[in-house]
């Protein structure tokens, strides 16, 4: 009966240890690359001082790759022969900040080689990139994820909300990737940050119910602002303010311009089309702590989507390229 207890318990330590090596920490490098945080950081905030929308550019990063096959860093990899990889996508080609990464990685490689992933890297760099002005960590970044193989742009579509997306279908997209609807409202803060390609919602602005209108969601005055600054065609050249005086600062500003329906987007105004998301919406406007928290608890949610750990994917030792053979 001893014998077979002390294997019991041995199987349950043993259980419990499996489990664990598939879990994100905190402390995921304290033992095998201590620094890694302190490298990012520091990195982080040299390139934050020449690029200020760098923020904007990192996040949204991150979103576009968790939204696609987890977040495995696929949507660093560049294209392989005549299969064309997800940076590829018309969505995701005004992406930018690779060149970042790649300096990160470079500095982590030469103090901690073969250790630290692509996907954790990211992780680090867009909530750095967020905290930089702020002087502290907006959210703590669990850590553990590795990197994936795989790489299509033949997989954007429809893992990637679109920018005409209604309510049903926001909440849908958010749910098949284990988020909900506070997230969905919480998230969509992020557009507070950045600018956007006129061709993204132009639709809104010219002849939007066939009769030579715009959309009627958006506030006529601002209607008019934006066909100043987006000429019919739109020109991929010219860019404008997600959140028209704020797009460089990280707060709830834009659900104040959401709720004076300046949202850019068809699938902003979706978000005011719900009773109970409106709601969300006007809580969050009200207070900037609310918005911050609540920012902090999505995006560990969001972080953690599909991630692979323990033996699964492997490390890089080159974000845009996966390793020759296996891990």
Not at 23 to 38: H, W
Not at 78 to 83: L, P, R
Not at 162 to 176: E, I
Request: net charge positive.
């Amino acid at each position: 009966m001893k014998m077979r207890a002390g294997y019991s318990i041995f199987l349950l330590i043993l259980s419990l240890t499996v489990c664990n090596a598939g879990k994100l920490s905190n402390t995921f490098y304290k033992n095998t690359c201590p620094q890694v945080e302190k490298i990012v950081r520091e990195i982080i905030q040299i390139h934050t001082r020449n690029n200020p929308s760098l923020g904007a550019q990192l996040i949204r990063m991150q979103f576009h790759d968790c939204f696609v096959r987890g977040c495995d860093a696929s949507v660093l990899l560049d294209t392989v022969s005549n299969s064309k990889a997800e940076k590829e996508a018309i969505p995701n080609q005004s992406l930018g900040g690779f060149d970042v990464i790649d300096d990160i990685k470079a500095a982590i490689e030469r103090v901690c080689p073969k250790v630290v992933s692509c996907a954790d890297i990211l992780a680090l760099a867009a909530r750095d990139a967020i905290s930089s002005p702020f002087k502290k960590s907006m959210w703590s970044v669990q850590l553990g994820r590795r990197d994936g193989r795989v790489s299509l742009a033949t997989e954007i579509s429809g893992n990637l909300p679109s920018p005409f997306a209604n309510f049903t279908s926001l909440v849908q997209l958010f749910k098949g990737k284990g988020l909900n609807v506070n997230d969905l409202l919480v998230l969509s803060g992020a557009h507070t940050l950045g600018d956007s390609r006129c061709g993204a919602f132009s639709r809104r602005l010219y002849n939007f119910t066939s009769k030579g209108d715009a959309d009627p969601s958006l506030d006529p005055t601002y209607a008019k602002i934006l066909r100043k600054k987006c000429p019919n065609p739109a020109s991929p050249a010219i860019t404008v303010e997600m959140d028209p005086g704020s797009s460089l600062s990280f707060d709830n500003h834009y659900y104040d311009i959401l709720l004076q329906r300046k949202g850019l987007f068809v699938s902003d105004a979706a978000l005011l089309t719900d009773k109970n998301s409106n709601k969300i919406v006007t809580r969050l406007q009200r207070s900037r702590s609310l918005f911050f928290t609540a920012f902090a608890k999505s995006m560990k949610k969001m972080a953690a989507i599909g991630v692979l750990t323990g033996n699964a994917g492997e490390i890089r030792q080159n974000c845009r390229v996966v390793n020759p053979g296996k891990n």
